[in-house]
């Protein structure tokens, strides 16, 4: 009976091995997925078992961890905190015990909950000396004072909209306002009375008005005549026209190509062979709708490429992607030209183009986490101004400057005026709806010059508002206010 | 206490095999290190939750120590001759398990759970019970041989166990594996576990009778030898028992467990490699049929198989669906290679069942790969060290005992921690010694006490031939 005896002793022997190598299968080769997948409640316990590290705006926390109280089923020991919260939503994301996280406080989980390889050294240091692990800081690039004035406006006025204001000369992002916002510190909390009551009331399919979207990033709209900008640009660099001031080829009424249908203007404006400055002031669908028509689809798509239309930009926060559409014939591209049709863009990618024309047309990569500390401060990691495309030749970028300066000066943007410095705008009123229904989107587009010719800010402004009155709604008078106060806010704090 | 004191013979021959050792002073150095491990282990946990060293560090330690001496003397005096690592690792195994039992105990989140109760000092509880009954098995179990005798009382016994859980009244169905009853006053029992030793006699005594008409009775077909219609009875008998197991207890594992100890043995038996291809295929059809209409055990191989959709629709509250796989697997991965240490883990997310079918998991958290390929060498040295008193025993139906009792031990582990790792359908047992469960204590000392007793005889001198001292060395007839 000893040589069964002896295969039943290996046959027992390869049984363990199995499980040995199940094992090593489990604990050492999908060790790491299983260890930070999401789902598993562990990653949660961690990410609330020290204070979190905090995002940081102008030297100031804007977020704070609290120690809730731990518990039987509640064992997660901080919650999240967040001042001004619903200003600073659209930065921040949120973080919540029951809700997960998003936006800056899920892509930059690791450094705020410390557990980040980047601060390995530190940690085991911290593991040597004894000391509680602890998260390091998001700084950001934001402007306290820019971001205020433009939730401020935002709220003041009412209606739903938002605001993108960008440093031209290294893409930093200023202020990032979206209207209405939510305050992520009323669900930071694992409690079923509060939080998640408080998580109900924000979903969309309760409230219409979707608190918890990101306009400025997240929400694409018809940019309407603001894309005028866009259009003239792409006049320029594709040698079509090559001053502001020479007339340009444009017949009243114009009958689009290929079809029998009038392009129209908004009232009776002089668009006759208007020059390029002249129908930027006033704002000539004609004009820019026959330029876009001249140029052709592929011409015109390239130029809205290279302003960022087309692609998701990670600012690290992940945005929409502006729509220009290719394929198109001769009058669906006169249409897109003006803003309408299928073009559709975000707020920031707005100012990414009123930011390239103030920089010499140079665009700079947007981005709003300017740098990474360890929990003592060390800086982990930098962000670099990063140049993104170049829409615009240097020559063209001021020949277009001058002319959006003349909008602000004598033109649909009077709004936006301020004393002492120079300002370039555009306004734009995007029609919606199915026949143009609903109320139009107010946009304005705009970027401060200062005497010494450095350009501190761009700024993008849109404001749906479903209940003003229709002929209320002008880039001018509703978005250009808020864009000057974002404009004012970021060059007095440069002082 | 030398070994020499004890044995019977005045030998001083040559034949080396006759003045064996008897080792026990290795066992007792063993049994040291075996006390002392679970121990520190138990500050250890102690220190990590609450800072401080436990304040039943010392009646705990005492404890153990008491038991595994009472278990070591009891060795000492009735099987003086028995394999020294049997009882270690078995102490080893039963010490850690209540470490980690107790350490599950001080969860918040367990504490939380409408039927919390503090499970470590019952389980000390049962393991004084089970060394009383190992003790027992050594004293009143003076040679294994006598179980033959009770080779169809053993079967009956046997089949009453596994059919009591079905007794309406007395069966209890826990999630849904029907393998518990209850006992007014004294709780809840797994027949099972004690069904396994009745099994094993059964089977020993049985095989040993009819071994040779199975082996040499058969025609050959294809390279096989296949049995005669009449001798095939018994095999399709014990595959119907479990087949039966598996429809009305809806329990795979011990399904399992019964019928691959039969195979292995009969495979003993008989030394034909063809009865091990029958079980396979057999085994194999049963289980596949019984899957295509059982709902209980489908819904255990869905879960196997995508452990992450029975979490997510147990998160969406559907009846019947269990979050334990997927929570298992996570603990297992969050350990890593070294784990998160005693007492650090988060193991206690698996909640119902944390400490017993699913206290692996818990060592793989907080011991890590590290840990946990330590429990299974232990696990794996106990069976090695079974088989290895079977190749050692000198009657047959010793030899079946041994490879019976310690190729279902075998088959327990892998069934168990195959179960909890993901690798195979998770079924409803426990791992011996480690996990919370009184039958599964009680039964696995027992298992222990009668390999003891098998490997005691086994390595126990021959007796002395009558003395012609100047025949000696033609006259001894070495055991086979």
């Known amino acids: 009976m000893n040589k069964p005896l002896r295969r039943i002793a290996i046959f027992c022997g390869l049984l363990v091995l199995t499980l040995l190598l199940r094992d090593n299968w489990l604990q050492y080769v999908k060790a790491d997925s299983l260890k930070d997948d999401p789902k598993n409640r562990r990653v949660t316990i961690a990410r609330y078992s020290t204070p979190r590290g905090d995002i940081i705006v102008d030297g100031d926390p804007i977020t704070g961890s609290t120690k809730t109280s731990k518990s039987g089923l509640n064992d997660l020991e901080y919650k999240r905190t967040y001042k001004d919260g619903a200003m600073w939503a659209p930065v921040t994301g949120y973080a919540s015990q029951a809700f997960g996280a998003n936006q800056l406080e899920s892509i930059e989980d690791g450094i705020l909950t410390g557990t980040d390889d980047r601060l390995f050294f530190r940690n085991t240091l911290d593991m040597i000396t004894g000391k509680q692990k602890q998260g390091g800081n998001v700084v950001t690039t934001l402007n306290a004072a820019a971001q205020k004035a433009a939730y401020d406006g935002l709220k003041k006025q009412g209606g739903k909209g938002a605001v993108a204001a960008i440093d031209p000369s290294t893409g930093k992002i200023l202020a990032l306002a979206s209207y209405p916002s939510y305050d992520p510190s009323t669900f930071a909390g694992n409690s079923t009375d509060t939080d998640a009551k408080a998580w109900q009331k924000l979903q969309k399919k309760v409230n219409p008005d979707d608190p918890m979207l990101n306009r400025a990033l997240r929400e694409v709209y018809p940019p309407g005549s603001t894309f005028k900008v866009v259009t003239a640009a792409a006049a320029l660099e594709n040698g079509l026209y090559t001053s502001a001031d020479e007339n340009t080829d444009s017949p009243l009424p114009y009958i689009m190509k290929g079809t029998t249908t009038e392009l129209k203007n908004e009232g009776n404006i002089p668009c006759k062979n208007a020059t390029l400055r002249v129908a930027l002031k006033v704002s000539c669908n004609t004009v820019f709708g026959k330029i876009g028509s001249d140029l052709g689809n592929d011409k015109m798509l390239a130029e809205a490429k290279k302003f960022g239309f087309d692609e998701e930009q990670f600012t690290p926060t992940r945005t929409a992607a502006s729509v220009f559409s290719d394929d198109m014939n001769s009058s669906q591209t006169a249409l897109s030209s003006i803003g309408q049709y299928n073009t559709a863009a975000t707020p920031l990618q707005m100012a990414m183009v009123a930011s390239a024309v103030a920089n010499d047309g140079k665009l700079m990569k947007p981005y709003m986490v300017d740098k990474l500390q360890s929990s003592n401060l060390d800086t982990i990691a930098q962000t670099d101004p990063q140049e993104m495309s170049q829409p615009l030749s240097s020559k063209n970028a001021q020949i277009l400057q001058s002319m959006m300066e003349t909008v602000v000066k004598e033109g649909t943007g009077t709004n936006a005026q301020i004393p002492g410095v120079t300002v370039g705008g555009k306004t734009g009123t995007a029609q919606h709806g199915v026949a143009n229904s609903k109320n139009p989107y107010a946009w304005f587009i705009s970027y401060a010059k200062m005497p010494d010719g450095s350009s501190p800010v761009a700024v993008a402004t849109v404001i749906e508002d479903d209940n003003a009155n229709r002929d209320d709604i002008s880039g001018g008078g509703l978005a250009a206010p808020i864009a000057k106060s974002v404009m004012e806010a970021v060059i007095k704090s440069k002082k | ?480």
């Open chain 2, 1 to 480: 206490m030398s070994s020499t004191t004890n044995t019977p013979t005045h030998h001083t021959s040559t034949i080396g095999a006759i003045g064996a050792p008897s080792r026990r002073n290795t066992e007792l150095a063993l049994l040291v290190f075996a006390v002392a491990i679970p121990v520190f282990a138990y500050a250890n946990v102690g220190l990590a939750i609450d800072d401080k060293v436990p304040a039943g560090l010392l009646s705990y330690g005492l404890g153990l120590g008491l038991l595994a001496a009472v278990g070591h003397l009891a060795v000492r005096k009735f099987a003086p001759y028995a394999d020294p690592m049997l009882l270690p690792l078995a102490t080893l195994l039963n010490g850690l398990g209540l470490v980690v039992i107790w350490r599950l105990d001080q969860s918040k989140l367990l504490q939380s759970l409408p039927n919390y109760f503090q499970a470590a000092p019952r389980q000390l509880l049962y393991t004084a019970l089970g060394i009383g009954l190992f003790v027992v098995v050594l004293i009143f179990l003076k040679d294994h041989r006598v179980l033959q005798r009770y080779t169809y009382i053993s079967m009956f016994g046997a089949l009453v166990l596994l059919v009591l859980p079905l007794v309406p009244g007395l069966g209890a169905n826990i999630y849904g594996a029907k393998i518990w009853i209850n006992i007014p006053g004294l709780g809840s029992l797994q027949p099972g576990e004690f069904a396994k030793i009745a099994l094993a006699v059964f089977f020993a005594g049985y095989l040993m009778v009819k071994r040779d008409a199975l082996a040499l009775a058969s025609r050959r077909f294809m390279g096989l030898y296949l049995p005669r219609g009449r001798d095939l009875g018994p095999i399709l008998v014990v595959w119907l028992m479990s087949i039966l197991i598996l429809v009305f207890e809806t329990d795979l594992g011990t399904s399992l467990l019964f019928f691959g100890m039969f195979v292995i043995m009969l495979y003993v038996a008989t030394e034909r490699t063809s009865w091990i291809v029958f079980g396979l295929l057999m085994s194999a059809a049963g289980a596949v049929g019984v899957a295509s209409f059982e709902p209980h055990v489908q819904q255990r191989v869905q879960a196997w198989l995508d452990p992450m959709k029975e979490y997510t629709l147990s998160q969406q509250g559907v009846v019947g669906h269990s979050e334990q796989s997927m929570q298992a697997l996570w603990a297992f991965g969050s350990g890593g290679t070294l784990g998160t240490g005693l007492g650090q883990g988060h193991s206690d997310l698996i909640r119902f069942a944390a400490n017993s079918d699913f206290i692996l998991a818990t060592f793989g958290e907080e011991l890590g790969l590290a840990g946990i390929m330590a429990i299974l060498l232990i696990y794996g040295l106990i069976v090695e060290r079974g088989v290895r008193t079977a190749l050692a025993a000198r009657d047959p139906f010793g030899k079946l005992l041994a490879v019976g009792l310690s190729g279902a031990f075998a088959l327990q582990v892998f069934v168990v921690a195959g179960g909890v790792m993901g690798l195979i359908p998770l079924t409803g047992m426990t791992m011996p010694f480690m996990a919370y469960g009184g039958s599964s204590v009680l039964a696995n000392w027992a298992l222990i006490g009668i390999l003891i007793r098998i490997s005691d005889t086994a390595r126990r001198p021959a007796p002395a031939p009558a003395g012609n001292p100047d025949a000696e060395m033609t006259q001894v007839v070495r055991p086979s």
